[in-house]
Nanobody, 122 residues
Framework: QVQLVESGGGLVQAGGSLRLSCTASGSIFEINVMGWYRQAPGKQRELVALITSGDSTNYADSVKGRFTIFRDNAKNTVYLQMNSLKPEDTAVYYC????????????????WGQGTQVTVSS
């Protein structure tokens, strides 16, 4: 129904920047909520940032002021601009699409990308 493909991860030194992108494809009419989550080794997956179709945003306290989430609704793409990266930001970052309205007018939720690795060296 909905496929998410992420890109933009990599290795960066502390203090550096990366931009992640995630594009959704499928029989999509509208995606209400898109977001980024991350999972570090031995830890649970946690929310990084969310954005609605109306551009309302929500950030984890640990990334406020450093990360910015934004989206291009026409392209069904969400971005995560990550600045001032810290070693503790190292994780696999996953894109999520929720509250999706398909062209069939069915509403579905809970789609995930395959994840992209972000590694921040000290």
């Amino acid at each position: 129904q909905v496929q998410l493909v992420e890109s933009g991860g990599g290795l960066v030194q502390a203090g550096g920047s990366l931009r992640l992108s995630c594009t959704a494809s499928g029989s999509i009419f509208e995606i209400n909520v898109m977001g980024w989550y991350r999972q570090a080794p031995g830890k649970q997956r946690e929310l990084v940032a969310l954005i609605t179709s109306g551009d309302s945003t929500n950030y984890a306290d640990s990334v406020k002021g450093r990360f910015t989430i934004f989206r291009d609704n026409a392209k069904n793409t969400v971005y995560l601009q990550m600045n001032s990266l810290k070693p503790e930001d190292t994780a696999v970052y996953y894109c999520n699409a929720d509250q999706v309205l398909l062209t069939s007018r069915a509403r579905v939720s809970g789609f995930w990308g395959q994840g992209t690795q972000v590694t921040v060296s000290s």
